[in-house]
């Protein structure tokens, strides 16, 4: 059973940083990808990056250069550095994992809250 749990959201000023995580049971890292979303207040969810097998990342176009997603091998965790925040930033944040040869093979995590303040 797949499980994915994110920490790491709170309030910070425009310009300041945050770093989510998300912990993972159960996922099989070589046949997935693993992905941040976010949903702000009356908008659809977005993508906002992936990683697959660790090595291979993606960035949407509007965090490229400040965010960074990351695997961390011995925590098993998934994370996310967010530098250079922007009020825009605000929303949920989601952690999710699908199976590449199976897409609708997902999983979600609970979200996280993120707050910029300008």
């Known amino acids: 059973q797949v499980r994915l749990v994110e920490s790491g959201g709170g309030e910070v000023q425009a310009g300041g940083s945050l770093r989510l995580s998300c912990a993972t049971s159960?996922?099989?890292?070589?046949?997935?990808?693993m992905g941040w979303y976010r949903q702000a207040p009356g908008k659809q969810r977005e993508l906002v990056a992936t990683?697959?097998?660790?090595?291979?990342?993606y960035v949407a176009d509007s965090v490229k250069g400040r965010f960074t997603i990351s695997r961390e091998m011995p925590k098993n965790t998934v994370d996310l550095q967010m530098d250079n925040l922007k009020p825009e930033d605000t929303g949920v944040y989601y952690c999710n994992s699908r199976r590449i040869r199976s897409p609708h093979d997902e999983y979600w995590g609970q979200g996280t809250q993120v707050t910029v303040s300008s």
């Open positions: 990683i697959t097998s660790g090595v291979s990342t």
């Open positions: 159960g996922v099989i890292f070589s046949i997935v990808v």
